[in-house]
């Protein structure tokens, strides 16, 4: 069974551009989640899905975004980048709205220049 | 506000020691904890979970307590060996609520 798939591995991009960061979970799991993490702050819940419905949200700007697709795999987004989101952003699946027992990703290097 | 507080930010161990690593929670009444290990530049892997109704639970060299008085829960790695070498995070849960992570301990076990 694949793990949890994050696409891109590594990215850089510059002030003000926007970005998309990808997530396939693993097959069966309805739940994803996304996470910011930086030396600073440790991991940041940023939101959560569930058959394409946003159960939570962290406390993040609006600039940050996501949804989830029929098939479960998800998406984020961040708009207007800063050089504060400089960081890793990892996703997590698991097999229902428990969270028990997640699976992570390897993650996104986001590097905002 | 609800918050997990993992004591050490760092631990250095000597190898064959046991590892102990400490998770605090205030304002929080966690129906679980769980235990995850993440490498540098990887995502956490998932290691124990422990229910409010269970004080204790092994798998292999790992044991987890988990005690409501204290509001506390304790991982311990017996026998520790260098490849033993990671952060630590301890995340709290509930039905209610979203899951809450400890900023991490970072272990190092020494030869």
């Known amino acids: 069974k694949a793990g949890v798939t994050q696409t891109p591995r590594y990215l850089i991009k510059t002030r003000g551009q926007q970005v998309t960061l990808s997530c396939s979970p693993i097959?069966?799991?309805?739940?994803v989640s996304w996470y910011q993490q930086t030396p600073g702050q440790g991991l940041q819940f940023l939101f959560e899905?569930?058959?394409?419905?946003?159960?939570n949200k962290g406390n993040f700007p609006g600039r940050f975004s996501g949804r989830q697709f029929s098939n479960s795999r998800s998406e984020m987004n961040v708009s207007t980048l800063e050089l504060g989101d400089s960081a890793l952003y990892l996703c997590?699946?698991?097999?229902?709205?428990?969270?028990?027992?997640?699976?992570f990703g390897s993650g996104t290097q986001l590097s905002v220049l | 506000s609800q918050k997990i507080e993992q004591n050490s930010e760092a631990l250095n161990i000597q190898e064959g020691k046991t590892a102990t690593l400490t998770c605090n929670y205030t304002?929080?009444?966690?129906?679980?904890l769980q235990w995850y290990r993440q490498d540098p530049g990887r995502g956490p892997v998932f290691l124990l979970l422990?229910?409010?109704?269970?004080k204790e639970k092994r798998k292999e060299r790992l044991k987890v307590t988990f005690d409501t008085t204290l509001k506390q829960s304790l991982f311990h790695i017996t026998a520790s060996q260098p490849a033993d070498s990671a952060t630590y995070l301890c995340?709290?849960?509930?039905?209610?609520?979203?899951?809450?992570f400890g900023s991490g301990t970072r272990l190092s076990i020494r030869p």
């Open positions: 097959s069966g799991h309805r739940s």
């Open positions: 995340v709290a849960g509930s039905s209610a609520s979203k899951i809450i």
């Open positions: 899905y569930f058959s394409e419905t946003q159960r």
């Open positions: 422990i229910r409010e109704n269970e």
């Open positions: 304002n929080y009444s966690p129906a679980y």
């Open positions: 997590a699946s698991s097999l229902d709205q428990s969270n028990e027992k997640l699976f």
